[in-house]
């Protein structure tokens, strides 16, 4: 006999109702409130122990109350729907299903929705609010973020910024989800709201402080107020929250990459420079190469002009973001890093600025294969990187 997903136990023979597997499934459904043990299934365990001739609780646990589930507030699900653009749900829908139909990220569509990590409390019938649209990518197993960064051509910190349910060392990542490649972000153009009035007069600070922690790479010194970037942060939100033009926050933070995608969480950054920051203070000289500080891996050039001691939860994409250099150029001058970057050593000084002849050009052809052109259905795009086995389990209600 074959029994699909729906079909009730009662179904099965009496060889395989009364087997050690069904009674041993059904006395742990019963005994927790954490099962989807329910009235109905209380009914067939019934049966099944008269057929059997066993006696078990058949009672259907009282709910289990003021339970946290990591990643799932309760509140979401009542927030204001910024988009205010929604979808019904229907019978055999699940958030992945959903998501890749719409093209938006299955992790901002769980968030925003108070939807339970494994989606098991969709319902059908149920009106949910819509994230922004984006050009989407649906991973597999084996997938990384450093494979998706290189493939696709976008920063590290991009894809965290786009997908901020992917946490800052990328452990979370699943395969078999679909994830932003691009900003689902609206593009701030610079219009003042109607009414409203500025609430600094000056852009410009008249004395300089010192940095509260770690700046990014290059930021003025000439600064008197600095901004803590936090997870999720876009260039246009810090220029405008700060009151300062985006051309400006760029130049006097010159680690930003044209499309200021690189905003690294926890750095600061300056908003409020001198009005002679960028005031010349002589000519430009060629930089001197300088000692190791400390021990280095083996093959890291000896011709570098600055070195970094590797410290404890560092990653390559901090460095490179902090250092205002791609991988391709940190892995040249340090030749025994990996591409996955799963061997960097605490306390090995490694180069952070060296000869730009060492940077070879077949760095680019080892690039994987990708087309992600944003358009306004927002089309999928396959990779063939395979770095580590992802395993998602999916599910639908």
């Known amino acids: 006999m074959n029994i699909t997903d729906d079909s009730s136990v009662v179904a099965l023979s009496k060889s395989q109702q009364c087997s050690p597997c069904i009674l041993a499934l059904f006395q742990h459904l019963q005994s927790t409130p954490y099962s989807s043990y329910n009235d109905e299934l209380a009914k067939?365990?019934?049966?099944?122990?008269?057929?059997?001739?066993?006696?078990?609780?058949?009672?259907?646990?009282?709910?289990?109350?003021?339970?946290t589930v990591p990643g799932y507030s309760t509140s979401a699900a009542n927030a204001t729907c910024l988009t205010n653009q929604y979808y019904?749900?229907?019978?055999?829908?699940?958030?992945?299903?959903?998501?890749?139909?719409?093209?938006?990220?299955?992790?901002?569509?769980?968030?925003?929705?108070?939807?339970?990590?494994?989606c098991s409390n969709l319902e059908a019938g149920a009106s949910i609010c819509m994230p922004q649209n984006c050009t989407t990518y649906k991973t597999v197993s084996g997938d990384t973020c450093s494979s998706i960064v290189l493939a696709t051509g976008i920063t590290f910190q991009a894809l965290l910024t786009y997908n901020p349910t992917i946490?800052?060392?990328?452990?979370?990542?699943?395969?078999?989800?679909?994830?932003?490649?691009?900003?689902?972000?609206?593009?701030?153009?610079?219009?003042?709201?109607?009414g409203a009035s500025p609430t600094h007069t000056g852009v410009y600070a008249t004395t300089t402080v010192s940095p509260p922690g770690i700046t990014a790479h290059g930021t003025t010194q000439y600064c008197g107020r600095y901004y803590q970037v936090q997870p999720g942060?876009?260039?246009?939100?810090v220029a405008l929250n700060n009151t300062i033009a985006i051309p400006l926050f760029e130049a006097i933070n010159p680690s930003i990459n044209p499309a200021c995608t690189n905003l690294v969480p926890n750095l600061w950054y300056c908003v409020s420079p001198l009005s002679s920051w960028n005031a010349t203070t002589g000519s430009p000289t060629s930089s001197p190469v300088l000692a190791p500080p400390t021990s280095t891996p083996t093959g890291t050039t000896g011709q570098c002009y600055e070195w970094y001691t590797i410290a404890k939860g560092d990653y390559c994409s901090l460095i490179e973001s902090s250092f205002a250099i791609t991988f391709a150029q940190f892995q040249a001058w340090n030749p025994s890093l990996k591409s996955d970057c799963s061997n960097l050593i605490p306390g090995e000084a490694y180069c952070v600025h060296g000869p730009s002849s060492s940077v070879s050009s077949s760095a680019s052809n080892n690039l994987a294969t990708a087309t992600a052109t944003p358009t306004s259905s927002s089309p999928m795009i396959n990779l063939n990187e395979l770095h580590q086995d992802v395993l998602m389990l999916p599910r639908k209600f």
């Open 233 to 237: 942060d876009i260039c246009e939100k």
């Open 88 to 118: 019904t749900v229907t019978s055999g829908d699940d958030c992945e299903s959903i998501a890749e139909a719409h093209h938006v990220a299955q992790g901002t569509l769980i968030v925003i929705n108070g939807i339970l990590p494994d």
């Open 44 to 67: 067939d365990w019934t049966s099944v122990q008269q057929l059997c001739g066993v006696s078990y609780p058949t009672i259907v646990q009282p709910p289990a109350a003021n339970v």
């Open 167 to 194: 946490n800052s060392e990328c452990t979370n990542l699943l395969a078999d989800v679909t994830i932003c490649i691009s900003s689902p972000y609206p593009t701030w153009n610079g219009t003042t709201i109607a």
